[in-house]
């Protein structure tokens, strides 16, 4: 009773107590290890990119990083845990700056909004998040117009780029002016596709020569950066802002950080609060995005070295075809073979060995999302564990 009556306190209160309140949780609440190699859970998810905590978990992680380092709160995003995290991105990043976001389409949108200034068009990927999820903010809350280009696609290339302000500077009769590029690497809508960074770096050049300013929705950049093998300042260096997410692999429940020039960044803080985004305190996560930053690289380094180990060990069991994406990054396609009860299948690799895979598409695949939950165990209990669920999806 004396616990449900603390965590009904902790919910009333709201998180902004809780540095306060977490080493009297300690007899409490689930110890859990510092190093994040280790299970919060047992669970081996194949359906994120990284670790997502159930709140109580959220917490104990939190009473975790503040025993071994205490918390220290920001207030209206200045200052705490929240300042040293946007330091360690704008020297990640090699940018001069960098600021907090409450979410990636405020980053995304407020870029691009001061990025072009006064002209009004701005070319991204067709299959964009800026273009198809952010509810056209762009055009009814920025007044700017999105020119997708290369319908479909994961990306587009320099000529297509060309072509792109060629046929606006001929065809348009009113020229309100091109103001900025964006792209997405890599792609949430094609299954984590990459961008070449041959073809960023020729973009890159062109749009400086030309005097057009680049963005990088890089909500997922760090596994691009793992699955490629170019360096997180690499992939920013060609870009005038770069947004990365805070809660896809980075262990906080939202979030953004956008880096770029200080003459860039000094704006956002008006232009955030004028849009609604000011939040009197961001601790929690940013201390869970500073924790699990520590290493990342490396871990997700060696969670792609092992998931190529079992996808390989994988495909030589009969019944089991796993194959990579042209130009993919986090994301495998997982076929069984004819007369395989997919539905099965999932629930005996759940049930018996607590690892979880997405239902089976239209066409019968399984997309595979590899992230540092694979570090929890080896793959010789994981090729056991799918052969034995192909066993039972059979049976």
């Not at 902790?10 to 190699?37: C, F, I, M, Q, W």
């Not at 001061?114 to 762009?138: C, M, P, W």
């Not at 997309?367 to 209990?381: A, G, S, V």
Request: glycine share 8%.
């Amino acid at each position: 009773m004396k616990d449900l009556k603390r965590r009904n306190f902790l919910k009333l209160s709201g998180l902004s107590l809780v540095p306060a309140l977490l080493p009297s949780l300690t007899a409490n609440a689930r110890t859990l290890p510092v190093n994040t190699d280790a299970p919060v859970s047992p669970i081996i998810s194949f359906t994120d990119d990284g670790i997502h905590y159930p709140p109580a978990d959220y917490i104990a992680k939190l009473q975790e990083i503040t025993q071994k380092d205490p918390i220290k709160a920001d207030v209206y995003g200045q200052g705490g845990s929240l300042a040293m995290l946007t330091k360690r991105f704008a020297e990640i990043t090699g940018k001069e700056a960098a600021t907090y976001m409450p979410t990636g389409t405020m980053a995304n949108q407020l870029a691009i909004s001061v990025l072009s200034g006064e002209n009004t068009k701005i070319f991204v990927q067709d299959t964009s998040h800026i273009y198809r999820d952010e509810a056209d903010a762009a055009e009814s809350v920025y007044h700017k117009r999105l020119m997708p280009l290369a319908k479909g696609e994961p990306f587009f290339t320099l000529e297509d780029l060309k072509a792109g302000i060629a046929y606006t500077n001929d065809e348009e009769v009113f020229k309100s002016g091109i103001g900025a590029v964006a792209i997405e690497n890599p792609v949430r809508r094609c299954d984590g596709r990459q961008v070449p960074i041959d073809e960023i770096k020729k973009i890159s050049k062109y749009c400086r020569e030309n005097g057009l300013k680049l963005h990088l929705d890089g909500a997922r950049l760090y596994l691009a950066a793992a699955a490629s093998g170019v360096s997180i300042a690499e992939y920013a260096a060609n870009f005038d802002t770069v947004y990365i997410s805070l809660y896809k692999y980075l262990g906080a429940d939202g979030g953004a950080i956008l880096c770029g020039e200080k003459a860039v960044i000094d704006k956002m803080e008006h232009l955030i609060k004028v849009h609604g985004g000011t939040i009197f305190s961001n601790w929690s996560k940013a201390a869970m995005a500073l924790y699990h930053l520590d290493g990342l690289e490396d871990r997700l380094k060696k969670t792609f070295a092992q998931a190529t180990d079992l996808f390989a060990k994988l495909n030589n069991v009969p019944g089991i075809s796993i194959t990579a994406l042209k130009g993919g990054s986090n994301i495998f396609d997982l076929k069984l073979t004819a007369g395989t009860d997919a539905k099965k299948f999932r629930r005996a690799l759940f049930e018996k060995y607590n690892v979880v895979i997405r239902n089976a598409n239209s066409e019968g695949t399984i997309k595979l999302q590899i992230n540092e939950t694979l570090l929890r165990t080896d793959n010789q209990t994981l090729v056991k564990a799918f052969s034995d669920a192909l066993t039972a999806a059979k049976a």
